[in-house]
């Protein structure tokens, strides 16, 4: 049997390579996760530029901001979003949450409750071939499943399925309410996202003691790679996006938030 040889994604985002042995593994599905304002969106739209720069093609799908908001951002973080669109390359898309999950509802009556659904009709636009496809957010989908969580569940493994199969990389973007991953147990909806994941990039709106808020970044995991275990600072620029500091690891009295 032939070996399959995997390829690694270079994000191109400063500094964060050097966190990565490898790089990411194509084909992963790697949760963004943060609380609100730590970064989510503008991590993503980072990397939708620097991927487009590599020629590949990005799909950003949007259940929040409209799309003539994700464009300016862009724009402010120095990409030429009309280039990139001409060229094919870049697709900004705004969804309405509660259409997916009432496509959801009606695929899965029509299965008579099957756990096999077909998700690409409900999710990514039949015509559109995409190498990457960032998410944001994880969250919003999941509200609007409110009460079914079971439903969501399904929906997210048949997501993850097809992204697999299609061999596309995923970034999805999750909002969570405090940092999860600092040693508080953790109970919450669609949590079942975070093993169904290759990888988790956490973004933390760190609180100095000193009175002082920073950002910082954290690789949690990524399967298929070496990483560097250690919280570091970050931060965001105008014309740049976010910008990494891979040897600033956080010290002194600060929490997590
Ligand atoms: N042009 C800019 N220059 C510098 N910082 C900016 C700029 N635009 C936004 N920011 C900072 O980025 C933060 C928002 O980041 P972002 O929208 O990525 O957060 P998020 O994690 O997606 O939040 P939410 O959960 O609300 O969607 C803002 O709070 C602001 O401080
Ligand atoms: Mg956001």
Avoid: W
Avoid at 10 to 20: A, P, V
Avoid at 107 to 126: F, T
Avoid at 170 to 178: C, G, H, M, Q
Avoid at 193 to 202: E, H, P, R, T, Y
């Amino acid at each position: 049997m032939q070996k399959e040889v995997e390829s690694f994604i270079k994000t191109g985002i400063s500094g964060f390579d050097n966190l990565i042995d490898r790089g990411i593994p194509q084909g992963s599905s790697v949760l963004v996760e943060g609380g609100p304002g730590s970064g989510k969106t503008i991590f993503c739209l980072t990397l939708a530029r620097h991927m487009c720069e590599q020629g590949k093609k990005v799909l950003y799908m949007s259940f929040e901001e409209p799309e003539y908001r994700l464009r300016n951002h862009l724009e402010t973080f120095g990409t030429d979003v009309e280039k990139f669109e001409k060229k094919k390359l870049l697709f900004v898309k705004r969804f309405n949450a509660l259409d997916i999950a009432r496509s959801v509802e009606a695929l899965l009556s029509e299965a008579k409750k099957e756990l096999l659904i077909d998700v690409q009709p409900v999710l990514i636009p039949q015509d559109l071939q995409p190498d990457i496809v960032l998410i944001d957010s994880l969250s919003s989908i999941s509200s609007a499943f409110s009460g079914e969580e079971s439903r969501f569940r399904i929906y997210m493994e048949q997501l993850f399925r097809y992204l697999e199969s299609h061999n596309i990389t995923s970034f999805l973007i999750r909002e969570t309410a405090n940092p999860t991953h600092v040693g508080h147990s953790f109970v919450e909806k669609g949590e079942a996202v975070s093993f169904l994941s290759d990888g988790i990039i956490v973004l933390y709106n760190v609180f100095h003691k000193d009175g002082n808020r920073r950002r910082a970044l954290e690789i949690l995991k990524m399967r298929g790679t070496e990483i560097d275990r250690k919280i570091v600072e970050c931060d965001i620029l105008k014309k740049k996006g976010i910008i990494i500091y891979p040897n600033k690891v956080l010290r002194g009295d600060y929490i997590l938030t």
